[in-house]
């Protein structure tokens, strides 16, 4: 029993060295191509990384442009309202209504 385990390890030594003997270009070949492989990766990694963070940005920055562009149409929506005429005149033009009296403060520096 002891032979053939001997008989065995020494067999397959035998064609571990017949291996690397006659194989060790491709086996360099392939090692050499799995780490550019690997930097490749991370790069690639980075990337998606930098692409994900920019997405994030541009998804918030649409949230608010939609916020604005509802805005917009609810302005454009109410303007034949007369309520939203008087407060557009009160805050854009410094109208007053009648029977109101407008304030000024200064500064006095």
């Known amino acids: 029993m002891y032979t053939k385990t001997l008989y065995y390890i020494s067999k397959t030594v035998k064609t571990v060295e017949h291996v690397l003997k ?21 790069k690639k990694d980075i990337e998606h990384q930098q692409f994900f963070s920019q997405f994030q940005q541009l998804k ?16 454009v929506n109410s303007q034949s309202d007369p309520y939203w005429i008087e407060l ?10 009648e ?3 407008k304030v000024y403060f200064f500064d006095n520096e």
């Open 88 to 97: 557009v005149l009160m805050n854009g033009l410094g109208l007053v209504p």
């Open 99 to 101: 029977g109101h009296k």
């Open 60 to 75: 918030k920055q649409r949230v608010k442009e939609l916020n604005i562009q509802d805005h917009l149409k609810r302005q």
């Open 22 to 42: 006659n194989f060790w270009g491709t086996i360099l070949f392939c090692l050499i191509a799995i780490s550019f492989f690997e930097q490749e990766m991370a």
